[in-house]
Protein backbone atom coordinates (compact mmCIF):
# COMPACT_ATOMS: atom_id res chain seq x y z
CA UNK A 1 0.00 0.00 0.00
CA UNK A 2 2.79 2.28 1.37
CA UNK A 3 4.52 1.58 -2.00
CA UNK A 4 1.94 2.39 -4.22
CA UNK A 5 1.15 5.46 -2.49
CA UNK A 6 4.65 6.36 -3.09
CA UNK A 7 4.58 5.35 -6.80
CA UNK A 8 1.16 7.92 -7.50
CA UNK A 9 3.33 10.34 -6.01
CA UNK A 10 6.53 10.16 -7.94
CA UNK A 11 4.09 9.77 -10.99
CA UNK A 12 2.57 12.70 -10.29
CA UNK A 13 5.29 14.46 -9.42
CA UNK A 14 7.18 13.67 -12.81
CA UNK A 15 4.11 14.70 -14.63
CA UNK A 16 3.82 18.21 -12.72
CA UNK A 17 7.82 18.52 -13.66
CA UNK A 18 7.08 17.76 -17.52
CA UNK A 19 4.28 19.67 -17.97
CA UNK A 20 5.80 23.07 -16.40
CA UNK A 21 8.85 22.55 -18.71
CA UNK A 22 9.41 24.96 -21.07
CA UNK A 23 9.42 23.48 -25.09
CA UNK A 24 9.93 24.66 -28.45
CA UNK A 25 6.95 26.92 -29.05
CA UNK A 26 6.44 29.31 -26.54
CA UNK A 27 2.25 31.22 -26.43
CA UNK A 28 3.33 34.27 -24.21
CA UNK A 29 1.67 36.33 -27.32
CA UNK A 30 -1.67 37.54 -27.43
CA UNK A 31 -1.80 35.50 -30.92
CA UNK A 32 -0.43 32.07 -29.56
CA UNK A 33 -2.51 32.45 -26.57
CA UNK A 34 -5.47 32.50 -29.00
CA UNK A 35 -4.48 29.86 -31.04
CA UNK A 36 -4.74 27.51 -28.02
CA UNK A 37 -7.76 25.59 -28.40
CA UNK A 38 -9.74 22.64 -27.01
CA UNK A 39 -10.68 21.83 -30.41
CA UNK A 40 -7.79 19.87 -31.51
CA UNK A 41 -8.54 17.11 -28.41
CA UNK A 42 -11.85 16.87 -29.13
CA UNK A 43 -11.21 13.45 -30.73
CA UNK A 44 -9.81 12.28 -27.43
CA UNK A 45 -13.65 11.75 -26.70
CA UNK A 46 -13.72 9.28 -28.52
CA UNK A 47 -11.31 7.82 -29.74
CA UNK A 48 -11.04 5.24 -27.07
CA UNK A 49 -14.69 4.32 -27.16
CA UNK A 50 -16.03 1.03 -26.16
CA UNK A 51 -18.92 1.07 -28.46
CA UNK A 52 -16.90 1.38 -31.39
CA UNK A 53 -14.67 -1.94 -30.64
CA UNK A 54 -18.33 -3.47 -29.96
CA UNK A 55 -19.17 -2.27 -33.38
CA UNK A 56 -16.23 -3.60 -35.02
CA UNK A 57 -16.70 -6.89 -32.96
CA UNK A 58 -20.03 -7.13 -35.26
CA UNK A 59 -18.53 -6.73 -38.80
CA UNK A 60 -18.27 -10.40 -40.00
CA UNK A 61 -14.64 -11.52 -40.98
CA UNK A 62 -13.39 -9.46 -38.01
CA UNK A 63 -11.00 -11.36 -35.43
CA UNK A 64 -9.64 -10.89 -32.27
CA UNK A 65 -6.41 -9.66 -33.88
CA UNK A 66 -8.33 -7.00 -35.74
CA UNK A 67 -9.54 -5.78 -32.79
CA UNK A 68 -5.89 -6.02 -31.03
CA UNK A 69 -4.53 -4.24 -33.60
CA UNK A 70 -7.23 -1.55 -33.86
CA UNK A 71 -7.03 -1.17 -30.11
CA UNK A 72 -3.06 -0.76 -30.23
CA UNK A 73 -3.26 1.83 -33.23
CA UNK A 74 -6.22 4.17 -31.39
CA UNK A 75 -3.81 3.95 -28.01
CA UNK A 76 -0.49 5.07 -30.04
CA UNK A 77 -2.61 8.05 -31.54
CA UNK A 78 -4.02 8.85 -28.36
CA UNK A 79 -0.96 9.18 -26.31
CA UNK A 80 0.02 11.20 -29.13
CA UNK A 81 -3.13 13.60 -28.32
CA UNK A 82 -2.12 13.50 -25.03
CA UNK A 83 1.36 14.23 -25.42
CA UNK A 84 0.12 17.71 -27.10
CA UNK A 85 -2.25 18.41 -24.72
CA UNK A 86 0.84 18.37 -22.22
CA UNK A 87 2.75 20.67 -24.10
CA UNK A 88 -0.42 23.02 -24.45
CA UNK A 89 -1.14 22.96 -20.54
CA UNK A 90 2.74 23.78 -19.77
CA UNK A 91 1.90 26.91 -22.27
CA UNK A 92 -0.96 27.94 -20.55
CA UNK A 93 0.50 27.57 -17.66
CA UNK A 94 3.67 29.08 -18.17
CA UNK A 95 1.95 31.86 -19.88
CA UNK A 96 -0.04 32.32 -16.53
CA UNK A 97 3.16 32.83 -14.30
CA UNK A 98 4.92 35.22 -16.84
CA UNK A 99 1.72 37.45 -16.27
CA UNK A 100 1.49 36.77 -12.64
CA UNK A 101 5.70 37.69 -12.40
CA UNK A 102 5.06 41.21 -14.50
CA UNK A 103 2.05 42.22 -13.06
CA UNK A 104 1.47 45.12 -10.76
CA UNK A 105 -0.31 43.69 -8.60
CA UNK A 106 -0.04 40.27 -6.57
CA UNK A 107 -2.46 38.06 -7.30
CA UNK A 108 -2.84 35.18 -4.76
CA UNK A 109 -6.42 33.99 -6.45
CA UNK A 110 -4.98 33.39 -9.66
CA UNK A 111 -1.71 31.78 -8.19
CA UNK A 112 -3.89 29.39 -6.39
CA UNK A 113 -5.93 28.57 -9.33
CA UNK A 114 -3.05 28.19 -11.41
CA UNK A 115 -1.67 25.15 -8.52
CA UNK A 116 -4.98 23.23 -8.09
CA UNK A 117 -5.12 23.51 -12.11
CA UNK A 118 -1.34 21.88 -11.82
CA UNK A 119 -1.64 19.35 -9.74
CA UNK A 120 -5.37 18.58 -11.02
CA UNK A 121 -4.00 18.17 -14.68
CA UNK A 122 -0.68 16.22 -13.49
CA UNK A 123 -2.67 13.59 -11.31
CA UNK A 124 -5.60 13.62 -14.34
CA UNK A 125 -2.59 12.78 -16.55
CA UNK A 126 -1.33 9.81 -14.49
CA UNK A 127 -4.65 8.60 -13.90
CA UNK A 128 -5.14 8.51 -18.02
CA UNK A 129 -1.79 6.63 -18.35
CA UNK A 130 -2.54 4.13 -16.27
CA UNK A 131 -5.97 3.54 -17.94
CA UNK A 132 -4.66 3.73 -21.29
CA UNK A 133 -2.07 1.27 -20.55
CA UNK A 134 -4.88 -0.94 -19.62
CA UNK A 135 -6.99 -0.41 -22.06
CA UNK A 136 -4.52 -1.60 -24.35
CA UNK A 137 -4.45 -4.80 -22.86
CA UNK A 138 -8.33 -5.08 -23.17
CA UNK A 139 -9.54 -4.14 -20.14
CA UNK A 140 -11.58 -0.87 -19.11
CA UNK A 141 -12.19 2.25 -20.97
CA UNK A 142 -10.81 6.06 -21.03
CA UNK A 143 -12.21 8.93 -19.98
CA UNK A 144 -10.71 12.18 -21.22
CA UNK A 145 -13.14 14.55 -20.05
CA UNK A 146 -11.71 15.76 -16.66
CA UNK A 147 -8.37 16.66 -17.86
CA UNK A 148 -10.21 18.67 -20.75
CA UNK A 149 -12.01 20.16 -18.60
CA UNK A 150 -9.03 20.96 -16.40
CA UNK A 151 -7.08 22.28 -19.47
CA UNK A 152 -10.29 24.62 -20.56
CA UNK A 153 -10.71 26.28 -17.11
CA UNK A 154 -7.04 27.66 -16.78
CA UNK A 155 -7.20 28.31 -20.70
CA UNK A 156 -10.19 30.35 -20.29
CA UNK A 157 -8.28 31.87 -16.79
CA UNK A 158 -5.65 33.33 -18.88
CA UNK A 159 -7.46 34.41 -22.04
CA UNK A 160 -9.41 36.62 -19.73
CA UNK A 161 -6.02 38.22 -18.66
CA UNK A 162 -5.32 39.43 -21.83
CA UNK A 163 -7.26 42.49 -23.20
CA UNK A 164 -6.62 41.45 -26.94
CA UNK A 165 -7.24 38.04 -26.56
CA UNK A 166 -10.71 38.71 -24.34
CA UNK A 167 -11.71 41.10 -26.78
CA UNK A 168 -11.49 38.94 -29.84
CA UNK A 169 -13.56 36.45 -27.81
Known amino acids: MMLGC???????AFTIRKCASSSKRLPVTAQGIEELSLE??????????????????????????????????RCRI?????????????????????????ANDDRPDLARILM?????FAAGVVLVQLRVA?????????DVAQLLKTFNVLQ?????LIPSVAASA
Open 6 to 12: ISAACGI
Open 134 to 142: LFWCGVGAV
Open 116 to 120: RSRLR
Open 40 to 73: PYRPMLRLLDPDEFELLRSQPGCTPETIAKMRRE
Open 78 to 102: FRGYLASLREDFGHVCLALKLLMAH
Open 156 to 160: VELRS
